[in-house]
Nanobody, 129 residues
Framework: QIRLVESGGGVVQAGGSLRLSCAAS?????????????MAWWRQAPGQEREFVAG?????????FYADSVKARFTISRDGGKNMLYLQMNGLKPEDTAVYYC????????????????WGQGTQVTVSS
């Protein structure tokens, strides 16, 4: 099993920045580890469905993908040596308020929740106006 633990959430004023981290650990029954998985950040605001935020492949160099709503403001990255996933969030807006989740997928589209095998517990991000 791959275990994912997010951190770095908090309360920030509009226009501010936060950096989310996701620590990965463990190995699957097939022997796969963090470096074998594409990763992504998703978020869920109250009363709304969970939505894709950003994704990153496991290739070197990795490919990255962003939702239009965060493009040019958020940056996803990963450190294979540390088994860490990051999301640098700049220019935060009140509509970015949500619980943010990191997730791991072995195959399938980045944009479908069903592609992801492992999820973290989430970290709350609140942006005040």
């Amino acid at each position: 099993q791959i275990r994912l633990v997010e951190s770095g959430g908090g309360v920030v004023q509009a226009g501010g920045s936060l950096r989310l981290s996701c620590a990965a650990s463990g190995r699957t029954d097939r022997g796969h580890t963090f470096n074998d998985y594409a990763m992504a950040w998703w978020r869920q605001a109250p009363g709304q469905e969970r939505e894709f935020v950003a994704g990153i492949s496991y290739s070197v160099p990795p490919s990255t993908f962003y939702a239009d709503s965060v493009k040019a403001r958020f940056t996803i990255s990963r450190d294979g040596g540390k088994n860490m996933l990051y999301l640098q969030m700049n220019g935060l807006k009140p509509e970015d308020t949500a619980v943010y989740y990191c997730a791991a997928k072995y195959s399938g589209t980045y944009y479908g929740e069903g592609s992801y095998e492992y999820w973290g517990q989430g970290t709350q991000v609140t942006v005040s106006s």
